[in-house]
């Protein structure tokens, strides 16, 4: 092969590499955020959660409602 090819085949195997590696990247901070969006749904539910009880409290101090 022609050395102009074979260097163009490198630098285009180079580039590829890089670019697998930027996806490989994204894809991590893409499973981060779905984590870290669970994470805040969970507490968001816990929040609530603790309001209701707080708020059922309010109108019945005799109820027996731990947090």
Do not use: C, G, H
């Amino acid at each position: 092969m022609d050395d102009t090819i074979v260097q163009l085949l490198k630098s285009i195997d180079e580039r590829l590499r890089e670019m697998n590696e930027t996806l490989k990247s994204i894809d991590d901070n893409t499973n981060l955020q779905k984590n870290n969006s669970a994470d805040v749904l969970e507490t968001t539910q816990d929040i609530r959660e603790i309001l209701v009880k707080w708020q059922y409290k309010q109108e019945n101090p005799d109820a027996n409602i731990y947090f």
